[in-house]
């Protein structure tokens, strides 16, 4: 950046701090939501939902599932680094279990009654 000092003076110590300011790039990130099904002894991927964001190199992006999914181990959030080289990413989902879905549409059963 335009802050950053144009030259340094090194000296003999074997520890020496050098401050630069640093503008990160910014990047679309796109994550695809496959759904996995196991047809008898095959797994089946579907492609459920795609979504998109910007972000930049360095953010740590929270994942959701899309409503009524889970990850294959059961939660619905994810961390995402962003990294230099991230660009898409993909992701297995599974339809979540029929107590989980109660939760998550509870607001919309509730307006219905």
Request: glycine share 6%.
């Amino acid at each position: 950046m335009k802050n950053n000092p144009k030259s340094y003076i090194f000296t003999k110590k074997y520890n020496q701090t050098i401050n630069l300011k640093v503008k990160p790039h910014t990047k679309y990130v796109t994550l695809y939501f496959n759904q996995v099904d196991y047809d008898g002894k095959h797994k089946k991927l579907t492609l459920y939902a795609t979504m998109y964001f910007l972000a930049m190199t360095g953010q740590t992006a929270t994942i959701l599932t899309p409503a009524g999914f889970t990850f294959k181990d059961g939660s619905t959030v994810r961390k995402l680094d962003i990294k230099e080289n991230t660009g898409e990413v993909l992701y297995e989902v599974k339809k979540a279990p029929f107590k989980q879905q109660i939760k998550i549409y509870r607001g919309y059963y509730l307006l219905g009654l």
